[in-house]
């Protein structure tokens, strides 16, 4: 039977792109704390879908493509190259612990970065309606089947089995209609969602330049991981933590589940983990609460900006506290999502919220700032669930006061703990199922300024894997400068069980 889904791909080439002017100047560089935190973490990773090119002499190619991400990766020099486990030295610095990741880099045997080129026969509009059609006639599209899957080769990413996987992989992708996708993929300790969006930005910017002939503008991203180490409390090379910092970093709202801990589910131990190293206080993974076999769906709910205006005054209604459109939008959709789950009375409720550390720095970092400098908040729901729910304007502000405790000093005592943990890879401050909703916002990250040249970008997908409680924030496409970022409405994909996500889209109130 023949698949509606499938694309039917012919993969034309596959090679490996390095940097126009090659180096040869050994660097090896240790990753920063966090980065390491991040390291099993799922890709990070994106497709951005572009309709057919207004003059066909614009249309993409992939020789422009790998040219201009030639020049691009002139700057970005750390990805071409390999990572790898340090030997873990017993008393040495903090990037010689073990479970540490090092890139090398401007060697011979850089990997490069792996680009695919790709035809289909199908047409984008089969899997990705126009903008016009989600704002007024599929506000709950069903994007479950939007077959992004195949616009990522199988390649495995780095800090896996194979040792020479690369750290990044694009796929280029040209549909019948003369549309195309681009799809970049990223291991996650050297990018988040920031980071992979400011390359894309900076990749299209050099193409466009291309296009029209003008100069090669200059770029300038940030790779100085141990930067974001320096902000660390005390010393984080000593033999031993400061007991005060890691008392006040533990006493901050976030869990603290164990990948090692034997539990229902198999353990992922590294064979090589010593077992007289004393880990330190965790919990084992709730994996009772996630049915990882249930099926889940998916939808990209689009909320207008008169939608989430209106939102927003039912919650400052109730609410004196300062809060945002931002916070509102959040609390709501969790919210929501918590009554379609039908909980039980008295369950604890919790969104975990992924959050940056670029400007809670002191100094800031800028955006240009490459890694992955992410952790989650575990924000509690301000009341055991009951079947009165919270008022919005409380689930709100409880979310705005969470996120505030983690300020400057804060993020120094979360370096200093975390600089100290064996194998920091094996804490997971989040969780899924039916009392987590993991949280990821993309709002500001700029995913909808690339532009390569000479197409109007459709839609940006934020590749996720479909897990129950899943969820994603982002500006809906449309033009650039906004007075407000929820000017032109907002994408909140979800990911539900399936019997969870029926009751969702029937709920009176989810529109507000």
Same mark, same amino acid.
């Given at each position: 039977?023949? =698949?509606?889904n499938?694309?039917l791909l012919?993969v034309?080439?596959?090679v490996?792109?390095f940097?126009?002017?090659?180096?040869e100047?050994p660097?090896?560089?240790?990753?920063s704390?966090?980065?390491?935190?991040?390291?099993?973490?799922?890709r #990070?990773?994106?497709?951005?879908?572009? =309709?057919?090119p207004?003059n066909?002499?614009?249309a993409?190619?992939?020789?422009h493509?790998?040219?201009?991400?030639?020049?691009t990766?002139?700057?970005?020099r750390p990805?071409c190259g390999?990572? @790898?486990?340090?030997?873990?030295?017993?008393s040495g610095?903090?990037t010689?612990?073990?479970?540490? /990741?090092?890139v090398?880099?401007?060697?011979?045997?850089?990997?490069?970065?792996q680009? +695919?080129?790709?035809t289909?026969?199908?047409?984008?509009?089969?899997? /990705?309606?126009?903008?016009?059609?989600?704002?007024?006639?599929?506000?709950a599209w069903?994007?479950?089947?939007?077959?992004?899957?195949?616009?990522f080769?199988e390649?495995?990413? &780095? /800090?896996?089995?194979?040792?020479?996987a690369p750290?990044?992989?694009i796929?280029?992708t040209?549909? &019948?209609?003369g549309?195309?996708?681009i799809?970049?993929?990223?291991?996650? #300790?050297l990018s988040? &969602?920031?980071?992979?969006?400011q390359?894309a930005k900076?990749?299209s910017? $050099?193409?466009?330049?291309?296009?029209?002939g003008?100069?090669?503008?200059?770029i300038?991203?940030?790779?100085d991981p141990q930067?974001? =180490?320096?902000?660390a409390?005390g010393d984080?090379d000593?033999s031993?933590p400061?007991?005060?910092i890691q008392n006040r970093?533990? &006493?901050?709202p976030q869990h603290?589940?164990d990948?090692y801990?034997q539990t229902?589910?198999p353990?992922d131990?590294?064979a090589?983990?010593?077992?007289?190293?004393?880990?330190s206080p965790s919990?084992?993974?709730?994996?009772?609460?996630w049915?990882?076999?249930?099926?889940c769906?998916?939808?990209v709910?689009?909320f207008?900006?008169?939608? /989430?205006q209106h939102?927003?005054?039912l919650a400052t209604?109730?609410?004196?506290?300062?809060?945002?459109?931002?916070? +509102?939008?959040?609390a709501h959709?969790?919210?929501r $999502?918590?009554v379609?789950?039908?909980?039980?009375?008295?369950t604890k409720?919790y969104?975990?919220m992924?959050?940056?550390?670029r400007?809670r720095a002191?100094?800031?970092?800028? =955006?240009?700032f490459?890694g992955?400098p $992410?952790?989650?908040?575990?924000?509690?729901?301000?009341?055991?669930?009951s @079947?009165?729910?919270?008022?919005l304007g409380?689930?709100?502000?409880?979310i705005?006061?969470?996120?505030?405790?983690?300020g400057?000093q804060?993020i120094a005592?979360?370096?200093h703990?975390?600089?100290?943990?064996v194998?920091p890879?094996?804490l997971?401050r989040?969780?899924?199922?039916?009392?987590?909703?993991?949280?990821?916002?993309?709002?500001?990250?700029?995913v909808?300024?690339?532009?390569f040249?000479?197409?109007? %970008?459709r839609y940006?997908?934020?590749?996720?894997?479909?897990?129950?409680?899943?969820?994603?924030?982002?500006?809906?496409?449309?033009?650039?400068?906004?007075k407000h970022?929820s000017e032109?409405g907002v994408?909140?994909?979800?990911?539900l069980? @399936?019997?969870?996500m029926e009751?969702? %889209?029937?709920?009176?109130k989810?529109?507000?």
């Open positions: 039977m023949f =698949d509606t499938s694309l012919e034309s080439s596959t490996n792109i940097p126009e002017s090659r180096l100047q660097t090896s560089v240790p990753l704390i966090i980065d390491n935190t991040v390291a099993d973490f799922a #990070c990773a994106a497709v951005w879908y572009f =309709d057919p207004s066909p002499e614009h993409l190619s992939a020789s493509l790998q040219a201009s991400l030639s020049k990766l002139n700057s970005y990805w390999r990572l @790898s486990y340090t030997t873990p030295t017993p610095k903090h010689e612990r073990y479970q540490r /990741i090092w090398t880099y401007n060697t011979t045997t850089d990997i490069g970065i680009f +695919v080129t790709a289909t026969h199908r047409q984008l509009l089969d899997f /990705i309606p126009r903008a016009s059609q989600r704002i007024f006639t599929m506000k069903d994007a479950l089947d939007i077959p992004s899957k195949q616009l080769p390649t495995q990413l &780095a /800090i896996s089995e194979d040792k020479d750290n990044v992989i796929q280029f040209t549909f &019948a209609c549309s195309t996708a799809a970049i993929e990223i291991t996650h #300790c988040d &969602a920031v980071c992979l969006a390359f900076y990749w910017l $050099i193409s466009r330049s291309m296009f029209e003008s100069p090669i503008p200059t300038s991203p940030i790779f930067l974001l =180490d320096s902000f409390a984080i000593n031993i400061d007991p005060d970093a533990r &006493a901050l603290r589940y990948w801990k229902s589910m353990t131990v590294p090589d983990l010593d077992p007289t190293w004393e880990l919990d084992p993974i709730p994996w009772e609460q049915d990882t076999q249930a099926p769906s998916q939808r709910l689009h207008s900006a008169a939608e /989430i939102i927003y005054e209604k109730d609410s004196k506290a300062k809060i945002s459109k931002h916070d +509102v939008l959040l959709v969790w919210t $999502i918590n379609a789950r039908q909980l039980p009375e008295g409720a969104l975990d992924t959050f940056g550390l400007a002191n100094p800031p970092l800028p =955006d240009t490459l992955s $992410i952790t989650h908040a575990a924000i509690l729901l301000p009341s055991k669930f @079947s009165e729910t919270p008022l409380q689930v709100a502000t409880t705005r006061e969470t996120l505030a405790k983690f400057t804060e005592d979360l370096l703990d975390n600089a100290f943990e194998a890879q094996r997971w989040a969780c899924l199922g039916r009392e987590h909703v993991l949280l990821t916002t993309w709002v500001h990250s700029g909808h300024d690339v532009d040249g000479g197409a109007e %970008l940006v997908e934020a590749a996720m894997p479909a897990c129950d409680g899943l969820v994603v924030v982002m500006e809906a496409p449309g033009k650039r400068e906004r970022w032109g994408d909140v994909t979800v990911f069980e @399936s019997g969870a009751r969702l %889209l029937v709920d009176g989810l529109w507000g």
